[in-house]
């Protein structure tokens, strides 16, 4: 129950975001989970994902797919990511893009 109700506030702190994005919809015809090669169309490797998305241009999505795994292997394009929960800042200067290895506990997906 803890898990949904924290769900439910990042839900609703995100409302003004998913409206936008909402509008870029309506106007541009973007959907709002995208392939990260939408973004990224010269990153080779962001071409490949297929277990990960992006929320709008800003939020990368890597689900945790394995019971009991803690831990998610993911791609980040180059530019400066900032994980969710723990405010650090990864930056990947110049046109290459990084595999990196995030904590993902129960709670706290990447």
């Known amino acids: 129950l803890a ?3 924290r769900f439910a506030r ?9 409206e936008q994005l909402c509008c870029e ?7 709002l989970v995208r392939h990260p090669w939408l973004h990224y169309p010269d990153d080779v ?5 297929v277990l990960q998305f992006l ?5 990368m999505v890597a689900p ?3 019971k009991g795994k803690e831990e ?3 791609y980040l394009p180059a530019g400066t990511w900032v994980h969710l929960w723990s405010n650090q800042e ?13 904590r993902a506990p129960l709670g706290y997906p990447p």
Request: charged share 20%; glycine share 10%.
């Open 3 to 5: 898990h949904f109700a």
């Open 10 to 18: 990042v839900f609703a702190a995100l409302a003004a975001y998913r």
């Open 25 to 31: 919809a309506s106007e541009r015809g973007l959907p």
């Open 45 to 49: 490797e962001a071409r490949g994902l």
């Open 55 to 59: 929320l709008g241009p800003e939020f």
């Open 64 to 66: 945790v797919l394995d």
């Open 72 to 74: 998610v292997r993911l």
């Open 90 to 102: 990864i930056r990947l200067p110049g046109c290459q893009g990084a595999w990196c290895r995030c």
